[in-house]
């Protein structure tokens, strides 16, 4: 009953961490793990990390475009001139539904004028968008992220007002116990449980475990 679990094909997760904590990591080994061979799952890339970079058989997609087969996908926006577009095509993801989203760095997420990313969050589980947020600033995050999250991930956070923000939506006393390096703190919403986890595999084995759950992207001449 009490055992730990991995965030469910409907679930929102939420991943915090500050530079350097393995953040990118325990996303991408959750992402290996994510339904995209049964849904579009699409990697918006605000970070151009080399992790996400080096997943060679995603699909790269614009923010005219919407996949529709299962897969994975690779968005990257620009996060100063992108803003409107950005959040037209999240909008789009919300009339569609059905399409699971990785998100690095949410704190780029535009959530002004439409709401988009706000639907998303409040009603992604019976819509069925899934979310996979990362964020190295929590005091600056919408409430959404925390209030809607399932689960929530917390790495190392050096910044005292960071943990402050973390603390209001998960019991953790980062003051009473500090992880050795790359252990994490996973809080189970619905169970209000809190687990803590050893380190994720390996970059390495995270993409080619991707690799391997990926078809071979066809070229035509």
């Known amino acids: 009953m009490n055992s730990f679990e991995m965030p469910r094909a409907d679930h929102r997760t939420l991943i915090l961490g500050s530079t350097g904590s393995g953040k990118t990591t325990v996303g991408a080994w959750l992402l290996s793990h994510a339904p995209f061979h049964t849904m579009p799952y699409v990697i918006i890339d605000y970070k151009r990390d080399k992790l996400l970079n080096s997943i060679d058989r995603s699909i790269p997609i614009g923010l005219n475009e919407l996949p529709d087969k299962p897969g994975l996908y690779h968005l990257r926006p620009n996060p100063i001139s992108d803003d409107d577009a950005m959040e037209n095509w999240l909008l789009k993801v919300w009339h569609k539904r059905n399409i699971g989203l990785y998100i690095d760095e949410a704190l780029r997420i535009p959530a002004n004028r439409t709401g988009a990313f706000e639907a998303i969050q409040t009603q992604g589980r019976a819509l069925r968008i899934p979310t996979i947020s990362l964020s190295q600033r929590p005091v600056s995050l919408n409430r959404f992220a925390f209030s809607e999250a399932n689960h929530v991930v917390a790495l190392r956070l050096t910044d005292r007002r960071d943990r402050k ?37 390996r970059a390495e084995e995270i993409l080619e475990r991707i690799r391997a759950r990926l078809k071979p992207r066809r070229y035509t001449i």
């Open 165 to 201: 923000t973390v603390s209001e939506y998960v019991p953790i006393d980062y003051d009473a116990e500090r992880l050795p390096e790359y252990h994490s703190r996973w809080y189970n919403v619905e169970k209000n449980r809190l687990f803590v986890v050893r380190p994720v595999p």
